[in-house]
């Protein structure tokens, strides 16, 4: 049972154009969501957070979207760069360590 | 500076041997986990040490897998007689103490494990 899931294994985007990924998760009990993003043959490194109770949380060019009701989140990225290109993992938590990832989107930046 | 690290960074095996991988954590660094990524997956946990104790060992597929933290410190994940389907990268993470309210984990580089 996937409880957290992206469902576009892949995405391209020109540069300097909006990037959204996207990501659903089915557990009323997490309440904290985090983006890491992963380049080949290194680990994932986080990228941004959001707690359930805020909407909203932006850093720089990059800004998570939290709608609670649909249990949907996104990460905006605008504009977008050559050097975003890497797997996007969304993952959640009830609010302490084990934390449940989805299976990653991969981002092309088109230059 | 000195980041989470991971050996062997590559590990070829024949099925049915053991293998064991190990993780050196960010010193003070209290908390540890193991998950692994097989082609096409997600992040999938495995276990999570809190000092040298693992209170979630919920994520071991089998009884094949376990794993052991010594001194708070290195970590060592084995598996026993390997099977094909245990090829993925296995990674570690570590984080400040994380009992009670979510720390960010850093990951190590992986393991690449490959079971002919």
């Known amino acids: 049972d996937q409880q957290v899931k992206q469902n576009s294994p892949s995405l391209s985007v020109q540069e300097g154009r909006i990037s959204i990924l996207n990501c659903d998760y089915t557990n009323s009990m997490f309440d904290y969501f985090l983006w890491y993003k992963k380049y080949p043959a290194e680990g994932p490194t986080f990228l941004i957070s959001i707690s359930s109770i805020k909407d909203k949380n932006e850093d720089g060019r990059f800004t998570v979207f939290l709608n609670k009701s649909a249990k949907h989140l996104s990460l905006h990225i605008v504009p977008s760069q050559p050097g975003d290109s890497a797997v996007y993992f969304c993952?959640?938590?009830?609010?302490?360590?084990?934390?449940?990832f989805g299976t990653g989107t991969k981002l092309q930046v088109i230059p | 500076g000195a980041g989470v690290s991971q050996s062997p960074s590559n590990k070829v095996t024949e099925k049915g041997k053991d293998v064991e991988l190990r993780c050196d954590p960010i010193?003070?660094?209290?908390?540890l986990y193991w998950y692994r990524q097989s082609l096409g997956q997600g992040l999938e946990f495995l276990i999570y040490f809190q000092g040298n104790s693992a209170p979630d060992k919920s994520g071991l597929p089998s009884d094949r897998f376990s794993a052991e933290r010594t001194g708070g410190s290195v970590s060592t994940l084995t598996i026993q007689r390997t099977q094909q389907e245990d090829s993925a990268v296995y990674l570690c993470?570590?984080?400040?103490?994380?009992?009670?309210?979510?720390?960010?984990?850093?990951f190590g580089p992986g393991t690449r494990l490959t079971v002919l």
């Open positions: 010193s003070g660094h209290t908390a």
């Open positions: 993470a570590s984080s400040l103490a994380g009992t009670v309210s979510y720390n960010e984990q850093f």
């Open positions: 993952a959640a938590t009830p609010g302490y360590q084990k934390v449940t």
